[in-house]
């Protein structure tokens, strides 16, 4: 099941925070956030392990909610470099992604100067 | 060291032509997957190798679709007679541990099924 991703897409001014949601309908042992620029490869920014583990990028936080099966991504003082599509993948088994990962569709991010 | 590569960058092929794309992961990442980006869409699993053992083949979207890796290393991925639903944009990544750790994607390879 692919994980919804919210809102599809924003548009920032530079400075401002930005938080991008992702939910899913199963149980989730991991999630990872990655960004995508336009053309290029998608880029590690975050992994969040059942339990708390964390690791990931030091300007971008994000949380993990198991309970409720959804992470979020926080974005502040946002950079026009931050710019790009951000999407959100769960494991497809129950481990922490080993297997592969399901991705949702992506948000777009937009910053204007 | 040098990240995942792949080759080609870009590929125009006739429908029904088969193709074979090629990725080559991080030294020492023992772990290798293969997704699928259509425009506009985010990324579909397709196959995932780790070290010797057999590769999950479950997101292959049809028995058209083939992959292989060899020596544990380089990949391929083979689609024949391609038809135009596989345009696409194919990425490699290669992760060195089971279970946390990040996947490094390679840069794609933009298939185009004329």
């Known amino acids: 099941q692919q994980p919804v991703q919210s809102p599809q897409a924003v548009i920032l001014r530079e400075g401002e925070d930005a938080v991008i949601n992702c939910s899913s309908s199963?149980?989730?042992?991991?999630v990872h956030w990655y960004r995508q620029k336009h053309g290029e490869a998608p880029v590690f920014l975050m992994i969040l392990l059942k339990g708390g583990e964390q690791k990931g990028h030091e300007k971008i936080s994000a949380s993990f909610n198991e309970k409720k099966q959804q992470s979020s991504l926080y974005l502040t003082a946002s950079q026009l470099s931050y710019s790009g599509t951000y999407f959100c993948?769960?494991?497809?088994?129950?481990?922490?992604?080993?297997?592969?990962?399901?991705f949702g569709k992506g948000t777009h991010l937009i910053i204007q100067p | 060291g040098a990240g995942v590569s792949q080759s080609p960058s870009n590929k125009v092929t006739e429908k029904g032509k088969d193709v074979e794309l090629r990725c080559d992961p991080i030294?020492?990442?023992?772990?290798l997957y293969w997704y699928r980006q259509s425009l506009g869409q985010g990324l579909e699993f397709l196959i995932y190798f780790q070290g010797n053992s057999a590769p999950d083949k479950s997101g292959l979207p049809s028995d058209r679709f083939s992959a292989e890796r060899t020596g544990g290393s380089v990949s391929t991925l083979t689609i024949q007679r391609t038809q135009q639903e596989d345009s696409a944009v194919y990425l490699c990544?290669?992760?060195?541990?089971?279970?946390?750790?990040?996947?490094?994607f390679g840069p794609g390879t933009r298939l185009t099924v004329l």
């Open positions: 993948g769960t494991g497809r088994g129950s481990g922490g992604g080993a297997d592969g990962l399901t």
């Open positions: 990544a290669s992760s060195p541990l089971r279970g946390k750790d990040t996947q490094y």
């Open positions: 199963k149980a989730l042992y991991s």
């Open positions: 030294s020492g990442h023992t772990a």
